[in-house]
């Protein structure tokens, strides 16, 4: 059994290198798709776990939802509410752990989760809190990262270069249909699912990368584990990998095509 509180504490420490709302702010869309396709309903309670900066947390609150969002960064926790003050909308945030959320059970009339509680080490233990603060007949919507396209292989890429404790099962799983019903079991009523894309856009791939290299926690750990030579090998497949899956094929702007499953489940 794998030590999940060490593996954890690690993990904290990583979402919260560099500044992880720069990356955020390319994947804007994948909540706002997310909250479309729920139909969240306007004063419907929404917990957005595993907010960052509070993507789906704006996004539900643009919807008239009374929102709160949870994360175990706090400063993350601080861009959402600078976010949220800007826009003029309310939100409430709330430093949690994905595994153990500080709520009484069917709190919310939906749960949202945007590449989130796919990272938390035990995902049995994350979707069941899903599930747990949701109520009968609400809605869990979840957006994760696929094994397949540019961003499941991009992960794939990293963890040979940097390991990951043995006996943890990939985030990328959560891409995966079987495996989501699989960890929510008795939760789903019902459950629809769609491979979506997600883009990224960048002036050049050499600009992906160093955006990646400053703001993105888990690119900046990764490098800082490597020595230069092994720095520049990553660099240089990483480079490969991009363009495999650039619009463009790395002549120009680079348009990197990435997906992700979105799945709205209905709770039983
Ligand atoms: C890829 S970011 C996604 C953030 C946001 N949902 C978005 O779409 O921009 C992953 C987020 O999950 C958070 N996270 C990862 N594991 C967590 C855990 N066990 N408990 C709470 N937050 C967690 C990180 O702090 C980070 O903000």
Known sequence: ????????????????????????????????????????????????????????ALAAARRGCIVTGADYVPALLERARLRARAEQVDITTVEADAESLPFADGSFDAVTTVFGSMFAPNHVAAAGELARVCRRGGRIALASWCPEGYTGEMFKLFARYLPPPPGVTPPIQWGVERHVREIFGQAIGSIRSEVREAVFRFRSIDEMITTFRTYFGPTVKTYAALSDSQQKELTGEWTELARKYDRNRGNGPAAIVGSYLESIIERA
Not at 7 to 17: E, F, L, P
Request: aromatic share 8%.
């Open 1 to 56: 059994m794998p030590d999940f509180a060490a593996i954890k504490q690690k993990q904290q420490a990583t979402w919260a290198t560099g500044d992880f709302s720069i990356i955020a702010s390319r994947v804007v869309f994948v909540s706002e798709c997310l909250c479309e396709n729920a139909d969240l309903q306007a004063g419907w309670t929404v917990l957005d776990v595993a907010t960052g900066s509070g993507n789906a």
